[in-house]
């Protein structure tokens, strides 16, 4: 694809890495000025001027009512589960980043997983029923890769035991179901705004709540669950997001929507050129979805000439960086291994895309001379 280049601008363009993702940053000069407001005001955290503009501005834009921010994803999970209580048993999906399963365990909850669809890679609905137990309390389903899990039969079978419904909504940043938030289901909905995702604030999180109530809550919880300068009621925990974090986010969300339209076009045309790629198979649009493109990951088929680990080493040679998102599997970890529900005969189609998944590199500033060199590896084999 890139014979037309120069030898020497093609040899440069091979040399460079090109990794699965990079932050999207802003002018460095546009910062300048919240960081002297920062000085000149000399708050730094505990819930200062740039932290309640960035939950209000955050609540506008996403089209929630309620949101509360966090220092990052991972505490906004553990401070969820507090928030509502949740104990005994919750039926989650092996096939996320440890942090879903991670949050379960420092809350002293045993997960329970359930398989995966095999289209979406969510979990499917279907698997649920059957895993509950009398010492379930919770769901805790992921929107992997932003796609949207089937937040209706979810909440069918939650409502019929009486379950709390908790989305791991880390990759669902500005995505919409039905020309709304996908964030609006469940009991609560958790963000991360880490450094690799598609909104970030360097390191942060949110949990977005049903309402006001709830809000105060998990704002108690994340301040070591003190009320005022006398009283305390929770076992809280610090994870305020910081005033420097809050005002990177606002001056983020200035450029978000030109970083989602760029993350499209890049999608789309990796969808374009590698469509006819014998066993390579992208994951399919979802309907009545507006997608933000967060990861673009492809399964490597018995047909395609190599093997998913043999193309991974491929690509390393050629100095670009993708990743098996999601492998090993959350349930293949040591202190998971051990659970009833973690064996891979329980886990067949999550045990099989773990083996077949790379996520290729997708990020605003992506060339398309570096997608058509990411392309060429994947079709000179």
């Known amino acids: 694809m890139n014979a037309s280049l120069p030898a020497e601008a093609l040899s440069a363009l091979t040399q460079e890495t090109i990794y699965v993702t990079q932050p999207h940053l802003p002018p460095l000069d546009d910062f300048v000025p919240y960081l002297r407001e920062i000085w000149d005001r000399k708050i730094l955290t505990n819930g200062g001027p740039f932290h309640q503009r960035l939950e209000k501005a955050l609540e506008e834009y996403l089209g929630v009512d309620h949101l509360a921010l966090l220092s990052n994803g991972t505490l906004a999970l553990v401070t969820a589960l507090q928030a509502l209580r949740i104990t ?54 992921v929107h992997c890769y932003g796609y949207p899990c089937d937040t209706d039969a979810i909440q069918k079978i939650a409502d019929n035991y009486n379950l709390k419904v908790i989305y791991d909504a880390a990759h669902a940043f500005g995505v919409k179901t039905g020309g709304k938030s996908v964030l609006r289901h469940g009991d609560l909905s958790v963000l991360s705004f880490h450094a690799t995702k598609v909104f970030n604030t360097f390191e942060g999180g949110a949990i977005i709540c049903p309402d006001a109530k709830t809000k105060q809550r998990v704002d108690h919880l994340k301040n070591f669950g003190i009320v005022d300068e006398t009283t305390v009621v929770a076992p809280g925990i610090n994870g305020k997001m910081s005033e420097i974090n809050a005002a ?69 040679e050629h100095n670009v960086i993708v990743r098996r998102y999601f492998y090993p599997l959350i349930s293949d970890f040591p202190m998971y291994r051990g659970l009833p529900t973690a064996h891979r005969a329980n886990l067949p189609i999550a045990s099989d895309a773990a083996q077949r998944v790379l996520c290729l590199p997708i990020f605003p500033t992506l060339s398309d001379a570096q997608m058509d060199r990411i392309v060429d590896i994947i079709t000179s084999c």
């Not at 698997?127 to 805790?140: D, F, G, R, S």
């Not at 790629?277 to 933000?292: F, K, M």
């Open 88 to 141: 005994g048993e919750v039926i989650t999906t092996p096939y996320s980043f440890v942090a879903t399963g991670h949050s379960l365990l420092w809350n002293g909850i045993k997960p329970v997983f359930v398989d995966v669809d095999p289209v979406t890679l969510n979990m499917d609905p279907a698997k649920i029923e059957a895993a509950i137990t009398p010492q379930t309390t919770a769901i805790l389903p």
């Open 248 to 316: 990177f986010g606002l001056l983020q969300l200035e450029h978000i929507d030109e970083a989602l339209a760029r993350r499209r076009d890049i999608s789309a045309r990796y969808c374009e050129l590698l469509g006819n790629v014998q066993g390579i198979h992208c994951l399919p649009a979802c309907e009545d979805t507006v997608s933000n493109h967060a990861y673009f990951p492809i399964l490597v088929g018995d047909k395609y000439p190599l093997s998913r680990d043999a193309l991974y080493e491929r690509f390393r």
